[in-house]
């Protein structure tokens, strides 16, 4: 492993590009101040510069405890504590940014020519992150512990959100640079990320490959087909795979796997397909797959394990709850179509872009979104038997599971650009949201700049709770380049001066000429937000009591000076998750978004307009909707689905934990056939 030459330059590059996107990470959080933000800057750069100038190789201890043996120290027993808070959050992060910190963590072995590079020992590692906070706390001075604690709280929710993102810029840089990641098979600790199972590459091949080995005594050395021509292959005779043909052709011919229906009425899968149902109990009110028994075929032939196979597939797609009962109908009548394409054709085990699969695929595409009992009359479910109709007309050959697809491109495609035009009409309310979160963020930047002053704390506090109310309120009704935006800005600029000192006469003069004006705007504002007149009285006798004791010329007391760690005092945590909606006309926009303005996720969302997704939209709720437009301001995302009336900007932070949590996913990017495959591959090892 060699070390590049200009190795000293790219270290130094990175971590300043690593320190300086950890300053704007925590500086757009809101959450801190400046000077904080540059302690934990300070103590994750001490850390780089340690860890980038040891030669010591990771003991087995520190490989398998590092991400819980802190290497922090903090000072006085009160503090033990923070220092477990502290442990438990490195190991938190390390556990969320996995994947993105295990990359940088390869390319920094290569670069330090440190194959034993314990993983805990990343230089941009989460420990690195902590023993910044630890720098952070440790300049706080007087803060008290549960300070400390509520505003780590804080913290960790934006670093755990955020950090991925962080990490995967860290790494880009890294690659631009030329550092290779080194094989993880060299590392002294297997830490990295453990390759997947080859079976869960082809979920359809492992599928029939669990078949084959519960075969009886002899019979599982018989490989699965895997090229074309499965009759070549064949453990039937030529005339009995032909007499096997014939009879599929038969069924097709007699309609036993048609849906008959009349347009326009509601559909339900027993009466499309009764050939298909036996009984009238509720479990055998699903379609019944075809396999090889019924036909008369040995499970022990390769057509027999063909047919068997795709008999599970099916039966794994028809007892799918979340798939519409017209979907399985018109899957269920392609049964026997698929099947003489087996026969033709055995890469459609294999080849995950075969046709007939990408059929199955698409249509499940072009359902995405409508409800499991939508009627056969549905414009989409009346094309999905149409182009089920001329397949079976197609005698199973390859080109007309290919015209198929054309066609179920095509609807796919119809269907989105109707969604594309209908989101037009709530993109001036997603704009009013947006505008929401600049006029927050504009009256923030006012506000942070007020507060370096150190105003006492019941101004302080009016700021934070009332006048950040009435700034909004100004610039969305004004717009900043506003006099009256202005006039509101310079009232508590003003306010402020008002409370120094005044030993000049002209000074004194000039406070008693403005003070009328100020008190006036004040109140008025106050009484926009609805501020009760009890407060308002409280507030204005606290300012009346700090203008007498500047002019008195005695300092006012320091009732509550910011200190180092704390957040500027002016924002509100904004995290808690909230349900609304925008109005304007007879459009209604549905919101889940957080109570105040916080900033969107460091990193881009993992979806595009375009895709279909599956979210929560409460405790109790989930759709599917599509991205129609991502704002480019705020990332903020406008999901439609007309069939269940609902239209939803979602705020990206919230969208981006669902994904990970697994509570949201992309339904657009999943493979039918290979879903059906991979349940029921799970079922068959379990059993």
């Known amino acids: 492993m060699s070390l590049r030459s200009d190795s000293f330059e790219i270290l130094r590059d990175c971590r300043a590009l690593f320190l300086k996107h950890l300053g704007a990470l925590l500086l757009d959080s809101g959450i801190i101040s400046g000077s904080a933000i540059r302690a934990i800057q300070e103590g994750a750069g001490a850390y780089f510069d340690e860890m980038v100038s040891t030669t010591r190789r990771g003991s087995f201890s520190e490989e398998a405890h590092g991400l819980t043996s802190s290497r922090i120290t903090l000072v006085g027993e009160d503090d033990l504590e923070l220092g477990i808070r502290l442990d438990n959050l490195s190991a938190r992060l390390f556990e969320t940014t996995g994947g993105s910190l295990w990359r940088t963590h390869l390319r920094f072995v290569t670069l330090l020519r440190r194959p034993d590079l314990p993983k805990s020992a990343n230089p941009i590692g989460p420990k690195g992150i902590c023993q910044g906070l630890t720098t952070m706390f440790a300049a706080s001075g007087a803060s008290s512990i549960e300070q400390k604690l509520a505003l780590l709280d804080r913290i960790e929710v934006y670093l755990l959100a955020n950090l991925p993102g962080l990490y995967a810029e860290i790494n880009d840089f890294l690659d631009r640079g030329g550092i290779e990641a080194a ?84 559909l339900s899968t027993e009466s499309l397909i009764p050939e298909l149902f036996s009984g009238s109990t509720a479990k055998a009110s699903l379609p019944k797959a075809l396999n090889s028994a019924e036909l008369g075929i040995p499970s022990t032939a390769t057509e027999g394990l063909a047919i068997d196979t795709l008999a599970i597939i099916f039966e794994a797609i028809f007892s799918e709850p979340t798939l519409p009962d017209t979907l399985k109908a018109a899957i269920s009548s392609l049964q026997i179509t698929l099947l003489k394409m087996a026969m033709k054709d055995a890469s459609l085990f294999t080849d995950d872009k075969h046709p007939a699969r990408l059929v199955i695929d698409r249509m499940g595409q072009a359902v995405l979104g409508l409800p499991t009992d939508v009627p056969a009359r549905h414009p989409v479910c009346t094309r999905l038997f149409e182009i089920a109709s001329q397949l079976r007309s197609g005698n199973g050959d390859i080109s007309a599971f290919q015209s198929a697809l054309t066609q179920l491109d095509a609807l796919v495609a119809e269907r989105n650009n109707e969604l594309a035009k209908s ?45 950040r109310k009435v700034l909004q309120l100004v610039w969305l009704e004004n717009g900043p380049d506003s006099s009256q935006w202005q006039a509101h800005v310079t009232a508590i600029e003003e306010l402020l001066w008002s409370f120094q000192p005044k030993t000049d006469p002209a000074e004194r003069k000039s406070l008693a000429h403005r003070l009328p004006n100020i008190l006036k705007l004040l109140k008025t504002g106050m009484e926009r937000i609805g501020l009760p007149t009890e407060a308002q009285e409280a507030f204005l006798d606290d300012c009346f009591t700090l203008q007498t004791q500047a002019l008195r010329a005695a300092p006012a ?96 932070v919230i969208l981006d934990r669902q994904l990970r949590a697994g509570e949201a996913r992309i339904r657009s990017a999943s493979s039918l056939f290979d879903i059906a495959a991979s349940r029921a591959l799970q079922k068959t090892t379990t059993n």
């Open 557 to 652: 007391a320091e009732t509550g000076a910011t200190s180092v760690i704390a957040a500027t005092g002016l924002h509100a945590s904004g995290s808690e998750t909230v349900y609304g909606d925008v109005q304007s006309g007879q459009f209604v926009l549905n919101t889940l978004d957080f109570s105040d303005y916080q900033p969107g996720p460091a990193r881009s969302l993992p979806c595009a307009i375009g895709d279909w997704l599956e979210l929560r939209i409460d405790d109790s709720t989930t759709r599917v909707a599509r991205i129609c437009y991502i704002s480019p301001n705020s990332q903020r995302t406008l999901l439609l689905n007309p069939d269940f009336g609902l239209a939803l900007a979602i705020h990206p």
């Open 423 to 467: 989101a037009a009409a709530y993109l001036p309310l997603l704009r009013q949201l947006d505008r929401r979160d600049e006029a927050s963020i504009q009256t923030r930047h006012i506000l942070d700049k007020l507060i370096e002053q150190k105003p006492p704390e019941a101004v302080q506090a009016f700021l934070n709770e009332s006048w």
């Open 183 to 266: 094989q993880a098979t060299i590392l002294g600790s297997p830490d990295g990320p453990k390759q997947a199972d080859q079976s869960s590459a082809n979920p359809l091949l492992a599928l029939q490959q669990q078949l084959l080995a519960r075969l009886p005594g002899g019979i599982a050395s018989i490989q699965p087909p895997t090229g074309t021509g499965g009759a070549a292959a064949s453990l039937l005779s030529q005339a009995s795979l032909e007499q096997l043909i014939f009879r599929l052709n038969e069924l097709d011919r007699q309609g036993a796997f048609r849906a008959q229906f009349k347009p326009g009425t509601s």
